[in-house]
């Protein structure tokens, strides 16, 4: 089982670093480069990673631009930061290219000081709307997903910013694929983050998945 695993990035280098020395053979790292000014496309090269760039800031873009690129059949994503290990993504993968699931998530099991605060009440909010619309009880919004790469492109997700994931989970749901969780260990990251790290990140992030749920009709 070959699995591409996307790797969205925006000023990651010391994360690389650890993350991409450590890649199991089954693991192809695509790297999307979101417009780093720290030389992360470049280390990520040598670290044997394929690079390519999204000049178009956000997450769902990054995202969006990775899945296009990958050739496998499955596809994972997941954060460059270092803060979750790739290795753990084989027994994700495993239920998919098993036909156990069609979308597997990642629910992030935290080690102390690895989820700040605002950010896991953000997410513990927001999982509760989405399991409403997905019908499916759901804990995690998860910075990892794991599906068939043909069925991802089918689904047509349009938000490029930090709904990507859970427009992403709404539309499987709504085409009635087999969603599941699996635990992953979650550990703090390395760098500073530029999203739910920090307050106005975490605000902007539930500003765009709600966007996601009301303006897209998903809850009313």
Same mark, same amino acid.
């Given at each position: /089982?070959?699995?591409?695993?996307? !790797? ?7 994360? #690389?670093?650890?993350? #991409? ?10 790297v999307? @480069? ?14 044997? $990673?394929?690079?390519? +760039?999204?000049?178009?800031r956000? *997450?769902?873009?990054?995202? +969006?631009?990775? #899945? ?6 499955v ?5 460059a930061? $270092? ?8 027994? #994700?993968?495993?239920?998919?290219s @098993? ?8 629910r992030?099991?935290? $080690? ?5 605060t +605002?950010?896991? !009440?953000?997410?513990? %909010? ?8 997905a =019908?499916h009880?759901?804990h @995690? ?22 709904? *990507?994931?859970?427009?992403t989970?709404?539309?499987? $749901? ?11 260990? *979650? ?21 765009? /998945?709600t966007?996601? !749920?009301? %303006?897209?009709?998903?809850v =009313?």
């Amino acid at each position: /089982m070959q699995v591409d695993v996307v !790797l969205p990035c925006l000023d990651e280098a010391p994360a #690389l670093a650890r993350l #991409l020395r450590a890649v199991p053979d089954v693991l192809r790292p695509i790297v999307v @480069d979101n417009g780093s000014a720290d030389g992360s496309a470049d280390l990520a090269r040598e670290l044997g $990673a394929r690079v390519v +760039h999204e000049p178009r800031r956000g *997450y769902g873009a990054a995202c +969006h631009r990775g #899945l296009m690129a990958a050739t496998a059949e499955v596809v994972a994503f997941c954060d460059a930061d $270092a803060s979750m290990d790739l290795e753990d993504l084989l027994a #994700l993968a495993a239920q998919v290219s @098993d036909g156990d699931a069609d979308l597997v998530i990642g629910r992030r099991v935290a $080690a102390p000081r690895a989820w700040p605060t +605002h950010a896991r !009440l953000a997410n513990a %909010v927001l999982s509760l709307p989405m399991s409403l619309a997905a =019908r499916h009880r759901l804990h @995690d919004l998860g910075p990892v997903r794991v599906a068939r790469r043909e069925d991802l492109i089918d689904l047509g997700v349009r938000d490029r910013r930090s709904g *990507y994931p859970l427009e992403t989970v709404l539309r499987a $749901a709504r085409a009635g694929w087999r969603i599941r969780e699996a635990p992953i260990a *979650y550990v703090p990251r390395l760098g500073r983050s530029k999203v739910t790290g920090t307050a106005r990140g975490t605000l902007q992030a539930v500003a765009d /998945m709600t966007r996601v !749920l009301v %303006v897209d009709g998903w809850v =009313r």
